[in-house]
């Protein structure tokens, strides 16, 4: 991803934004926050022919919410698919 993508990315998912200009698909996912299954939408998503994007933070209506400790979440994210999902 170059930069002006990353930029584009971080403009859609600003909280400052309030509502995210994209809607579900079958390629865009959006969660509230990590749930039980979430290891299972991933897998979806690797082994869909275009793959997808899950966004987490943002509620079904598009709308950004605050998340905390955004560092922790990241660390929970990489351990869960790290220790949960194999080849």
């Known amino acids: 991803m170059n930069r002006n993508e990353a930029d584009t990315r971080a403009e859609l998912i600003s909280p400052s934004l309030g509502m995210v200009p994209l809607a579900e698909s079958q390629r865009i996912e959006f969660k509230r926050?990590?749930?039980?299954?979430?290891?299972?939408?991933?897998?979806?998503?690797?082994?869909?022919?275009?793959?997808?994007?899950?966004?987490?933070?943002?509620?079904?209506?598009?709308?950004?919410?605050?998340?905390?400790?955004?560092?922790?979440?990241q660390l929970k994210i990489k351990d869960r698919l790290k220790h949960n999902i194999s080849p």
């Not at 749930?35 to 998503?45: A, P, R």
Request: glycine share 12%.
């Open 33 to 73: 926050q990590i749930t039980d299954g979430f290891e299972k939408e991933v897998v979806s998503f690797l082994n869909a022919k275009d793959g997808g994007i899950i966004y987490i933070g943002i509620n079904d209506q598009g709308k950004a919410i605050a998340l905390e400790n955004i560092e922790q979440l």
